[in-house]
């Protein structure tokens, strides 16, 4: 039962999500070993001001569960 959130800026069209979405799929089943039907993806898109919040909340407020970090600052997007 994976579940994978990608949240990124606007501007991706559907194809460009839908490919994510599968190859987020393939790369989560392999490391996992479990059956694509059982993985789902939601992708959520903000504007550079919305994302300050989601990434204070999500990313900062939640370092101990973040397993890759950023090496950039959200400041830089606006």
């Known amino acids: 039962m ?4 990608l949240k ?3 501007g ?3 194809e460009q999500k839908r490919l994510a979405a599968d190859k987020l ?4 089943c392999e490391a996992l070993g479990c059956g694509d039907g059982h993985v789902t ?3 959520e898109d903000y504007t550079p001001e919305e994302w300050q919040e989601v990434f ?3 990313i900062e407020g939640k370092s101990e569960t ?3 970090k950023p090496a950039y600052d959200p400041k830089s997007l606006l």
Request: net charge neutral; no cysteine.
């Open 66 to 68: 973040l397993y890759r």
């Open 2 to 5: 994976p579940h994978i959130s």
């Open 41 to 43: 993806v939601g992708i």
């Open 25 to 28: 799929t393939a790369a989560l």
């Open 8 to 10: 990124m800026l606007k």
């Open 12 to 14: 991706r069209t559907e």
């Open 56 to 58: 204070a909340e999500e």
